[in-house]
């Protein structure tokens, strides 16, 4: 594999370099943006990882874009200017894309309120998006912020195919908390960033 190449030491302000990918520590306070529409809005997870994100790109640590979702507009509210119906043009694919010290890396973001995660949540062509995504040598995988619990995680798309085909062979059709690997919970700082960085560096660990 190249990733191993790939990763290299950084450091700039703000930067602690671990061995591949950094971790940040920001030293100030950041708000969080909001949305003042009514209509589409960004979910609280999708949110911090923009800001994530956002904070990556400035550092030069990753660059990170959202995947927009194709829609077709069917009615806008001429005195807002929003679109109060539209519908999905085509199926989309995962969440974010992008890079990560020359490694591609694309992954997608759920909220789920239970400690049980339905796998509904995932689509199939989905499934085989990131699985041919990392038949090309990329990191495909899941953020997973667990409401009850207040508790973000990473989950590699390995672990995401085991509880797939478990559910296609007639197993269950969802997977609990418990089943995850605690190492892969993500660290916030300051109640804003979800540092999955961290946690690419244990993924790429794990394929060595």
Known sequence: MRWAALLHRVRIDGIVALPGIVAMLPRKKVIMATWNS?????????????LTNEKY????????????TPIKP????????????AYFEQKSTVDYI????????????????????????????????????EAQEGIAFILIYFKNRDCFTYL????????????ETGG????AFDELN????????????VHYLEKI???LEERQ
């Open 182 to 193: 605690p190492s892969f919970e993500i660290s916030t700082y300051s109640g804003t960033f």
């Open 98 to 133: 992008g890079v990560v010290q020359g490694i591609p890396v694309c992954f997608d973001a759920k909220e789920c309120a239970e400690d049980r995660f339905p796998l509904a949540n995932i689509h199939e062509h989905q499934m085989k998006f990131m699985e041919e995504f």
């Open 172 to 175: 269950k059709k969802s997977f």
């Open 57 to 68: 790109r400035n550092q030069n640590l990753a660059l990170i874009q959202k995947v927009p």
């Open 74 to 85: 069917i009615h806008i509210d001429e005195s807002t200017r929003h679109i109060t119906l």
């Open 156 to 167: 590699p798309f390995t672990y995401l195919k085991t509880f797939w085909e478990r559910m």
């Open 38 to 50: 009514r209509g589409l809005r960004g979910s609280f997870l999708e949110e911090l990882i923009n």
């Open 201 to 203: 560096q244990m993924d």
